[in-house]
């Protein structure tokens, strides 16, 4: 069963697929979760472990009526880190593209579910290159305003009216994105006007990008 296009939405500014496979008769693109927060989080979760562990010990010995009881948090934010940093790393998207049969399937894994969607042909209109306005880290933690800013975003167009969240990120790397994805599916690419300068510097976009 298809998931609903909106559990495929996004917080954040960017995603970065690559494409690890490309053929004749297939096309897949992958976006693993973000690396920079998963290991800066297991790095810090590392270091704590020297603190951590003779917490641990001496809770164990004396309780926590000892020194050590009233650092108890110290083992409790080990977990907390390891938990957020294998949970950011077992993120991951998958696009998968069928040319001969003009099908369309994305995945998004976590650890705790996993959700897909697959299109065919006639259910897709098309690919476009817009722009969202997400929320700025800084807004998400709440320490500033919250502002929008505009992204560049990729989406898959449903016959039905809804679309679907691809890929964010900067104009130039999205347009040769959707290039593949629109040649894969025999579909046309629509390029919003404010991002048609940098669409511009990719070279052979292919016949099927217009602007609109």
Request: proline residues 6%; charged residues 20%.
């Amino acid at each position: 069963m298809n998931a609903n296009p909106a559990q495929f939405e996004a917080i954040g500014t960017r995603l970065g697929f690559r494409v690890v496979e490309q053929t004749p008769d297939r096309v897949r693109l992958l976006w693993r979760g973000p690396r920079f927060p998963a290991f800066l989080c297991l790095g810090i979760a590392l270091l704590l472990l020297f603190i951590s562990v003779p917490i641990v010990e001496a809770i164990r010995i004396r309780g926590f009526v000892g020194p050590a009881g009233s650092l108890w948090y110290f083992p409790l934010m080990n977990l907390i880190l390891f938990g957020i940093a294998f949970f950011l790393l077992t993120q991951r998207r998958t696009i998968e593209i069928d040319p001969g049969a003009g099908l369309l399937s994305l995945r998004r894994q976590s650890l705790y579910r996993s959700v897909g969607f697959a299109a065919a042909g006639s259910e897709i209109a098309g690919v476009t290159l817009g722009i969202d306005r997400v929320y700025s880290g800084f807004a998400l933690g709440g320490s500033t305003a919250a502002e929008r800013f505009p992204v560049p975003a990729l989406r898959l167009e449903l016959s039905s009216g809804e679309n679907l969240l691809l890929d964010r990120g900067s104009a130039r790397k999205l347009t040769e994105l959707g290039r593949i994805i629109s040649e894969g599916i025999a579909k046309p690419l629509a390029i919003d006007p404010e991002l048609q300068t940098d669409a511009r510097t990719v070279s052979q976009l292919g016949a099927g990008t217009e602007v609109v």
